[in-house]
Every structure is written in C-alpha cells, then in structure tokens.
C-alpha cells in the first residue's frame, strides 16, 4: 500500500463515517418504522378480512410483489416530475417502505422480508382462546390486542423483524442510485475523485460491516431478554380468569 493511498484511506474514513451516522443510519430507520407500520396494518386487514380494504390491500401487495425495487424508485424519483409531482431524493427512497412492507424474500431483498407476512404469523401464533378469554372478561377487540395479543406476537416477531433491519442498512445503499447521498454514495465521490475505486469500496463496506456487528451483537442482546427469557407465567387474561368469579 502506497503512502498516497493510505492518505487517501485516513482521510476519507472521517468522512463515511460521518454520512453514514447524518444519512445511512436515520435513512434506515425512517423506512424500518414506516415498514413495521405498513406492515402491520396490511397484516390487521387480512387477519380481520375487511370485505372492502382486503382486496385493495391485495392487489397494492401484488403490486409492489411483482415488480423491481429499482424501478419503482426511478418510477417515484424520475417518472413523477413528468406527471408534475417531485419529490426529494430522499423522500423518493421511501419505495422502500412499500416494498419492505409487502415484499416476501427469503432475505432482506433477497429473501424472506415480509413484513406483513411476519407480523401476521406472529399475530396467528397466539392461540384463539386469548381472544375467547379475552372477550369473556369484558374487553374489546381493540383491548385484547394491545394488551394480550401483541405482547405475545412481538415476542416470536422479533427475531425475523430485527434481522430485517440488519439487512435493511446493507441495501439502504441502492438509494444511491436516486442520487441519496448517503455513505455509499460518498464512497463513490471520493472514488470519481481520487482513482482508487477498490479501497474506497472495500473501506465502504468495512463500515457497512462494523454497523452490522453492532447491530448482530445488539440483536443478541435483545432476544436474550426479551425473547428467549419468557416469562413462565400464566397470560394477563388468564390471570384475570382466574380473579373473576365461577
């Protein structure tokens, strides 16, 4: 390694690290939130079978299924200022939400992401007698949601749903071609710059893989104590039961 190259390596590090902390990480988090959001009402409007919203909720999964998620961002980034709507670059990378909210991959863009999916599995993983048990002490479906069903599925969702996130900060990346500049984007500035494309890559994806062992440690962490260390206790609604008189 030459000194010039190594200068180029220490001066350029500061730099991505920075984008990636301003741009790459509140990017990744932005779309995650809004995914889980998505994701979860598209599961609610299946699980309840809405006679109007589940079809539409059908068809806007299809949709979004079946087609690129390049090309729905160059749809959204490039093809809406013909139509008289423009967008920022980064408003534009919210195609990730639609697609990270319906896609069904094995991984994060590559395989299983689905997030209405996860969340309905987890939804349907509780067993219906919390919901008869729930209805039985006088609470509403709304109540036995929040309260009874959804601790539980949060439980058995989050191994799948945090993964998705690891992955999601990889493939924030792609935002790049809308001219997002996040820290991948910047990598190629100083590339276009400099001549020394292989380095300031592989630098690139010294801090994409740092980012994630962060998160793969944090991930560790989380379902120790939140997922594995379940409680052996009884529900909340079959505490009440038992209060409630024979």
């Known amino acids: 390694m030459t000194q010039r190259l190594l200068d180029i390596l220490v001066s350029s590090f500061p730099r991505l690290v920075l984008y990636c ?27 309840q079978k809405i006679p109007v919203l589940k079809p539409l909720a059908r068809v806007y999964v299809w949709v979004f299924r079946g087609t690129p998620l390049i090309v729905q961002m160059y749809i959204i980034f490039f093809g809406l200022p013909s139509l008289g709507i423009t967008l920022d670059a980064f ?83 792609l935002a790049a071609s809308i001219t997002v500049v996040e820290m991948f984007k910047a990598a190629q500035q100083i590339a276009s ?11 690139a994806a010294f801090v994409y893989l740092m980012l994630n062992t962060v998160l793969t440690l944090l991930q560790s962490v989380l379902e120790k104590r939140l997922v594995w260390k379940q409680p052996k206790q009884q529900s909340a609604v079959q505490k009440q039961l038992e209060k409630e008189p024979a």
């Open 21 to 47: 902390v301003q741009v790459t990480i509140p990017l990744t988090v932005c779309i995650y939130i809004l995914s889980l959001v998505l994701g979860f009402l598209l599961a609610l409007i299946q699980i």
């Open 91 to 173: 408003p534009s990378a919210a195609a990730f939400t639609a697609q990270h909210g319906t896609d069904a991959r094995q991984q994060l863009f590559e395989g299983k992401g689905l997030y209405q999916v996860i969340i309905r599995a987890a939804i349907q993983s509780v067993p219906e007698g919390q919901w008869e048990a729930g209805y039985m002490i006088g609470l509403s479906s709304g109540q036995i949601m929040l309260r009874v069903i959804l601790p539980q599925a949060a439980r058995v969702a989050f191994p799948t749903l945090f993964s998705t996130l690891i992955g999601l900060t990889k493939d924030s990346s």
């Open 193 to 203: 710059r400099t001549f020394e494309p292989f380095a300031l890559y592989c630098e």
